[in-house]
C-alpha cells in the first residue's frame, strides 16, 4: 500500500517534471517538486502555524495558571486545556501534519536513492515516458549529486539556522519571561535556554545529517536530499513569515 499509493506518484510525479522541464538537471527538478510539494501540504502547515503563533500569545496566561497550580498537575492541566479551547487554539493540530508529512519524508528519500544515477523504469506509470537524464546529474552544472557535498552540506546547516533563528516556536512573546524563583519561573529559563541551544544543535545536525549520516547509508540520495532539505526549510521559513505579516499583521 505505501508503494502504490506514496512511492510511486511522488517517483513518477518527479520524473514528470524532468520530462516537463528537458533541460533542468535532477537538482532543479527536486527544487521544482518540493516547492510543489510544500504548496500541497500548505493548507495543513498553516493550520499548524496559526496554532503556534496563538500558543505563544497566550504563553503569559498559561504560565499563570501553571503558576497558580503548581501543586495541582492534573488541575493545572485542565486549567491550561481550558484556556486554549476559550482562545479557539487546537493544540495537537501539528500531530496530523506530522503524520502526514513522516511517511512522505520516507518516501522521498527513496525516490532520490532510486532516481541517481539513473531512474528505473519499473517504477513508471505507463503514461510517463523514460527521460534521460544520466548526464544532468551535476548540478547547475558544479556539483555532482551522485555523490556527498559539503557545499549543500553547508547550506543545509544556514538554512537551518535562519529558519530557526525566525521560527514562530522559538521566538519568545512579550511577557513570557517570568523574573522569580518558582517551578514556572524555572521551567520557562530551561525552555529559554533550549530553545537557544537548538537554534544551534538543529543546523549542526543538519549538517552531520547531509554530509555524514545519509551518505552512510544512502549515498548516492545525500545531495539530493541536502537539496530538498534547503528548499523545504526556506520554505518553512517563508510561510512562517508569511503567516505573521497576512493573518496576524506582525512582522
Given at each position: 500500500?505505501?508503494?502504490?499509493?506514496?512511492?510511486?506518484?511522488?517517483?513518477?510525479?518527479?520524473?514528470?517534471?524532468?520530462?516537463?522541464?528537458?533541460?533542468?538537471?535532477?537538482?532543479?527538478?527536486?527544487?521544482?517538486?518540493?516547492?510543489?510539494?510544500?504548496?500541497?501540504?500548505?493548507?495543513?502547515?498553516?493550520?499548524?502555524?496559526?496554532?503556534?503563533?496563538?500558543?505563544?500569545?497566550?504563553?503569559?496566561?498559561?504560565?499563570?495558571?501553571?503558576?497558580?497550580?503548581?501543586?495541582?498537575?492534573?488541575?493545572?492541566?485542565?486549567?491550561?486545556?481550558?484556556?486554549?479551547?476559550?482562545?479557539?487554539?487546537?493544540?495537537?493540530?501539528?500531530?496530523?501534519?506530522?503524520?502526514?508529512?513522516?511517511?512522505?519524508?520516507?518516501?522521498?528519500?527513496?525516490?532520490?536513492?532510486?532516481?541517481?544515477?539513473?531512474?528505473?523504469?519499473?517504477?513508471?506509470?505507463?503514461?510517463?515516458?523514460?527521460?534521460?537524464?544520466?548526464?544532468?546529474?551535476?548540478?547547475?552544472?558544479?556539483?555532482?549529486?551522485?555523490?556527498?557535498?559539503?557545499?549543500?552540506?553547508?547550506?543545509?546547516?544556514?538554512?537551518?539556522?535562519?529558519?530557526?533563528?525566525?521560527?514562530?516556536?522559538?521566538?519568545?512573546?512579550?511577557?513570557?519571561?517570568?523574573?522569580?524563583?518558582?517551578?514556572?519561573?524555572?521551567?520557562?529559563?530551561t525552555a529559554n535556554s533550549m530553545t537557544k541551544n537548538m537554534k544551534f544543535f538543529l543546523p549542526i545536525l543538519a549538517f552531520a545529517s547531509t554530509y555524514w549520516l545519509i551518505p552512510a547509508q544512502f549515498p548516492?540520495?545525500?545531495?539530493?536530499?541536502?537539496?530538498?532539505?534547503?528548499?523545504?526549510?526556506?520554505?518553512?521559513?517563508?510561510?512562517?513569515l508569511y503567516i505573521r505579516k497576512k493573518y496576524l499583521g506582525k512582522q
Open positions: 500500500m505505501y508503494h502504490t499509493i506514496i512511492f510511486l506518484p511522488l517517483y513518477n510525479g518527479l520524473i514528470a517534471i524532468i520530462n516537463v522541464f528537458p533541460w533542468a538537471d535532477v537538482g532543479v527538478a527536486v527544487i521544482i517538486f518540493t516547492a510543489i510539494v510544500k504548496l500541497v501540504l500548505f493548507p495543513l502547515s498553516k493550520s499548524s502555524l496559526l496554532t503556534q503563533v496563538k500558543m505563544k500569545e497566550v504563553e503569559p496566561e498559561a504560565n499563570a495558571i501553571r503558576s497558580q497550580y503548581a501543586s495541582d498537575k492534573q488541575a493545572q492541566t485542565l486549567k491550561v486545556m481550558e484556556l486554549y479551547k476559550t482562545k479557539g487554539i487546537k493544540p495537537f493540530s501539528g500531530v496530523l501534519l506530522l503524520i502526514i508529512q513522516l511517511p512522505i519524508l520516507l518516501a522521498l528519500i527513496s525516490v532520490f536513492y532510486k532516481i541517481v544515477p539513473s531512474i528505473h523504469p519499473e517504477f513508471l506509470y505507463s503514461f510517463i515516458s523514460m527521460p534521460d537524464i544520466s548526464a544532468k546529474t551535476h548540478f547547475l552544472g558544479l556539483i555532482d549529486l551522485a555523490q556527498k557535498s559539503f557545499i549543500l552540506a553547508l547550506i543545509t546547516a544556514v538554512a537551518q539556522y535562519f529558519q530557526l533563528h525566525f521560527s514562530i516556536a522559538t521566538r519568545q512573546s512579550p511577557g513570557t519571561v517570568v523574573a522569580d524563583t518558582s517551578t514556572v519561573g524555572s521551567m520557562a529559563m548516492q540520495a545525500a545531495s539530493i536530499i541536502a537539496i530538498y532539505w534547503t528548499v523545504s526549510t526556506l520554505f518553512t521559513l517563508g510561510q512562517e
